[in-house]
């Protein structure tokens, strides 16, 4: 009896022994340090005095499964209230002790302190958050400019050109023959113009993207990326989703088109794989080469190809990314 007082006492984390259905016999003092309280200001008082109100039912169902028999312990993370009005995080297991024909003895509950790993899980979330925030900002001006591109400088080339080539048809033949070698330059810088163009339009922000969706979009920059690198690009694309949110299809293009733009430029690799598949509610996103690889502990420090990746995976729990590079 005195090593179990001792134990009970002395424990590092806050204990509880409870009587009748959550009445508290004694408390320890981790748990009156914790709390504020002192021992007899616990003693045969009900342990939902002390909870947080919207947590109170949180145990419930298992409270029950409990006193059945159906398991022997449980643990909870729940809230509950000190002395002085604060909030204390803590995660509560309780155990119930029988006699030899099944009935509850007393009950033992301990209460570990999490209240600064809560602290650090939403300091985390409000961080995501804002971060979040300004991817969605970030995309909306990358959208802004693409279309400025196009009203300002896509449409005015092209229309530069129709009007440069109907020029030279109405020109008498003599004159059209002298002056088409510089129209034709002309011409021609005019298209490369245009073809710069919609090149950074579709870096900015791909119009199939909003036009068509993410399958789609993946499919067109994969097809690019074989014209543009002369490569072989093995994919296997299974989304079944048809329509995702505009911030999570926008992080799943982006991993994948900063992942084959670095196995196309770094790796060497004539064959890349891409993979997208949906799984339940989750999203696998994998790009694989077989080219030269890297070593990530010398990576130059103002390259932040995979951070991005990691980043925009970390702020879409439902995307899991992985990319390859080399064997």
């Known amino acids: 009896e005195q090593r179990f007082r001792l134990a009970f006492e002395e424990g590092p984390v806050g204990m509880i ?19 504020g309280y002192s021992p007899d200001e616990f003693r045969g008082r009900h342990v939902q005095e002390f909870t947080h109100p919207e947590d109170r039912e949180v145990s419930a169902p298992m409270v029950r499964q409990l006193l059945t028999g159906e398991i022997p312990c449980f643990t909870v993370e729940k809230r509950y209230i000190n002395k002085d009005g604060s909030i204390l995080w803590a995660q509560a ?16 509950g301990t209460v570990e302190d999490i209240t600064q790993r809560k602290k650090a899980e939403e300091a985390v979330r409000k961080e995501q958050q804002t971060l979040r925030r300004l991817l969605e900002v970030y995309e909306q001006h990358r959208k802004l400019a693409a279309y400025e591109i196009h009203d300002g400088v896509a449409q005015p080339l092209a229309a530069s050109v129709m009007s440069l080539e109907g020029v030279v048809a109405q020109l008498p033949a003599t004159c059209r023959e002298a002056a088409r070698p510089g129209f034709d330059r002309v011409a021609e ?45 093995d994919r296997t694309i299974d989304v079944r989703v048809d329509a995702m949110p505009p911030p999570l299809e926008t992080a799943a293009f982006r991993i994948v088109q900063e992942g084959l733009a670095n196995a196309c430029r770094h790796s060497g690799s004539q064959r890349i794989r891409v ?41 879409f729990p439902l995307i899991a990314a992985t990319v390859f590079y080399g064997v």
């Open 275 to 315: 993979a997208l598949v949906q799984n339940g509610d989750r999203l696998r996103i994998e790009v694989q080469d077989w080219g030269a690889g890297f070593d990530l502990d010398r990576v130059d420090p103002s390259r932040f190809g995979l951070q991005g990746i990691r980043e925009r995976a970390v702020l």
């Open 189 to 233: 810088l005019l298209r490369q113009s245009l073809n710069e163009a919609r090149r950074l339009m579709s870096g900015l922000r791909p119009l199939i993207l909003d036009e068509a969706g993410l399958t789609v979009a993946v499919e067109h920059l994969i097809s690019e990326a074989e014209r543009d690198w002369n490569v072989a690009v």
């Open 93 to 108: 297991t309780t155990a119930a002790a029988r006699d030899d024909k099944g009935r509850i003895v007393f009950a033992l």
């Open 17 to 35: 022994i409870g009587v009748g259905d959550g009445v508290i016999a004694e408390a320890n003092r981790a748990l009156c340090r914790m709390s």
